[in-house]
C-alpha cells in the first residue's frame, strides 16, 4: 500500500471513524486529493516522468498544466491539444512543461493514476462499515463525494483517455471494472446470507456504476450545475437526493429484507 492510501486509512478508514464522514463537509476535511496536497500527490507518483526533482516548483507547475489541460480539452478536445496550446494557456515557457511532461499522452496518465487512487480511497474507506448494506451505501456516497471534488479528472478520464495506447486505454477502463466488481461481491455476498435477492448480481452492480458516472458526466441530467459559487450545503443537498434515488432504487433491485 503506497503512502497515501496508509495515510488516509489512518485518518478516515479506521474502524469507528468511518460513521463520522457522514456529510460532504466532514469528507472534505479528510479527503486527501485536493489543493496542494493534490498536486503534491501527482509530482510524488510520477518521478518517472517529471524532470525536476525541485518539489515546490513542479506542483506549482503541475496544477498549471492540470488546470489549463481541462480547459483546453473541454474547448477544443485533448487529441488536438498540443504542449503548445498549454504554454499559451499557462503563460509557461515550453521548458517549464518539458521538466514536468515530456509528451501530452503523460498527462493522462497522471489523470488516470489519481481517479485510480480516489476511487481506491473512497472503497476503502466504505469498507469499514459493519453491514453489507452500509458499505453499499457509504461506497455510493463517499462516491459522489470524490466524483464532486475532482469532476474535472472523473470527467476528463472517461472520454479523453482514448488517446491514449492500447494498454494504458485497458488500465483506465480496469478503473470502471474494479468498481463494478466491488459492488458485485458485496451484492453476492449478501444474496449468500439472504439479506439481498437478485438473479444478476452482476447488472445490479453495472447499474450502480452507471448512475454514479451520470453523476459527473452530465450533470444538466441530474440537475447538478458545476457551479464554483455554489455553497457546500447546496451541494450537500443535491448529493443527498441523488444519493438517495440511487440507494432506492438499488433497494428494489435487490428486494432487501
Not at 498536486?39 to 506542483?59: C, D, G, L, P
Not at 480496469?174 to 451484492?187: H, P, T
Given at each position: 500500500?503506497?503512502?497515501?492510501?496508509?495515510?488516509?486509512?489512518?485518518?478516515?478508514?479506521?474502524?469507528?471513524?468511518?460513521?463520522?464522514?457522514?456529510?460532504?463537509?466532514?469528507?472534505?476535511?479528510?479527503?486527501?486529493?485536493?489543493?496542494?496536497?493534490?498536486?503534491?500527490?501527482?509530482?510524488?507518483?510520477?518521478?518517472?516522468?517529471?524532470?525536476?526533482?525541485?518539489?515546490?516548483?513542479?506542483?506549482?507547475?503541475?496544477?498549471?498544466?492540470?488546470?489549463?489541460?481541462?480547459?483546453v480539452s473541454a474547448t477544443s478536445g485533448f487529441d488536438r491539444m498540443s504542449l503548445r496550446d498549454l504554454s499559451r494557456q499557462t503563460g509557461m515557457s515550453m521548458g517549464s512543461i518539458y521538466s514536468c511532461i515530456s509528451k501530452k499522452e503523460d498527462i493522462a496518465l497522471m489523470i488516470a493514476d489519481i481517479v485510480r487512487l480516489s476511487s481506491e480511497l473512497t472503497r476503502q474507506h466504505a469498507m469499514q462499515s459493519d453491514s453489507l448494506w452500509t458499505k453499499i451505501e457509504q461506497s455510493i456516497r463517499f462516491h459522489l463525494y470524490a466524483s464532486t471534488l475532482l469532476q474535472p479528472w472523473y470527467f476528463f478520464l472517461y472520454f479523453e483517455t482514448r488517446c491514449l495506447p492500447e494498454a494504458?486505454?485497458?488500465?483506465?477502463?480496469?478503473?470502471?471494472?474494479?468498481?463494478?466488481?466491488?459492488?458485485?461481491?458485496?451484492?453476492k455476498s449478501g444474496v449468500e446470507s439472504g439479506e439481498f435477492h437478485t438473479e444478476d448480481a452482476r447488472m445490479v452492480a453495472n447499474t450502480i456504476v452507471v448512475l454514479l458516472e451520470d453523476w459527473y458526466l452530465k450533470p444538466w441530467k441530474t440537475l447538478s450545475p458545476w457551479k464554483a459559487n455554489i455553497s457546500i450545503e447546496q451541494r450537500e443537498k443535491q448529493i443527498n437526493n441523488y444519493s438517495q434515488s440511487i440507494i432506492e432504487l438499488v433497494r428494489k433491485l435487490l428486494a432487501e429484507n
Open positions: 500500500m503506497n503512502s497515501v492510501l496508509e495515510n488516509t486509512s489512518k485518518k478516515i478508514g479506521a474502524p469507528g471513524i468511518v460513521a463520522e464522514i457522514n456529510s460532504l463537509a466532514h469528507f472534505i476535511e479528510n479527503f486527501p486529493l485536493q489543493g496542494e496536497a493534490l498536486y503534491a500527490t501527482v509530482f510524488n507518483r510520477n518521478s518517472e516522468i517529471v524532470q525536476t526533482q525541485k518539489a515546490r516548483f513542479a506542483v506549482a507547475n503541475l496544477e498549471k498544466i492540470l488546470s489549463a489541460t481541462f480547459q494504458q486505454q485497458r488500465e483506465s477502463k480496469q478503473i470502471e471494472l474494479d468498481g463494478i466488481k466491488s459492488f458485485e461481491a458485496q451484492i
